[in-house]
């Protein structure tokens, strides 16, 4: 233990140990100096303490605040492509003209008589179509329907005899191939799984 020993000069002040002189009141305090030490060291350290709580905690904070509007970005975003997808597939819910197959153009003069221009008509909340193949009513159903994705069910129809009955199997063929949509400026684009266009229409109303 290490006693230290000071002198206060300080008038009106009573401590346990005092003395009088010269009309002055003199007072001298013992105490232990280590523990003084000690104590001073502990209130140190206490604040430092909590001053380094403060700055986990706050940075703790804007941690979960930075990972909070991360979310919140995700969550908006996720939710706006959301929407643009359902806007998309309900897009579908029409009737469309055929332009081309397989990359090829229809020529419109070729359907005459009994023959027209091939319509695919699609429903999308009963998950089928209905149209034509130019020759032949056809119906089948959407086995899938999700995103940019789309496959047809088999295919049925009436069985009337036409000119070009080979048109209109490959038209029925290439449906049956489709895996993916795109609508683009009123025009559908349907591809198959290796991205290849297999058949495109015009929005017909």
Excluded at 5 to 25: A, M, N, P
């Amino acid at each position: 233990m290490f006693p230290f020993t000071f002198d206060l000069s300080l008038k009106g002040f009573r401590s346990l140990q005092h003395i009088c002189l010269r009309g002055v009141q003199k007072y001298k305090f013992s105490f232990d100096f280590q523990r003084v030490l000690v104590f001073l060291l502990s209130i140190i350290s206490t604040i430092k303490n909590g001053l380094t709580f403060a700055l986990i905690t706050i940075n703790q904070k804007k941690h979960t605040m930075k990972l909070l509007f991360a979310f919140s970005l995700i969550l908006l975003t996720a939710c706006n492509s959301q929407k643009e997808m359902t806007h998309n597939i309900q897009n579908l819910h029409d009737i469309w003209a055929l332009k081309s197959v397989n990359g090829e153009d229809l020529d419109l003069k070729s359907f005459t008589g009994i023959q027209r221009q091939p319509v695919l008509e699609i429903f999308v909340e009963d998950r089928r179509i209905g149209g034509n193949d130019g020759c032949n009513s056809l119906f089948g159903s959407i086995t899938e329907l999700n995103n940019d994705i789309i496959r047809f069910g088999k295919l049925g129809g009436t069985k009337m005899a036409c000119p070009n009955m080979k048109f209109s199997s490959n038209y029925t063929r290439a449906l049956s191939n489709v895996t993916s949509f795109k609508i683009e400026n009123l025009h559908l684009y349907l591809y198959d799984s290796e991205g290849n266009e297999l058949l495109k229409f015009i929005k017909v109303d």
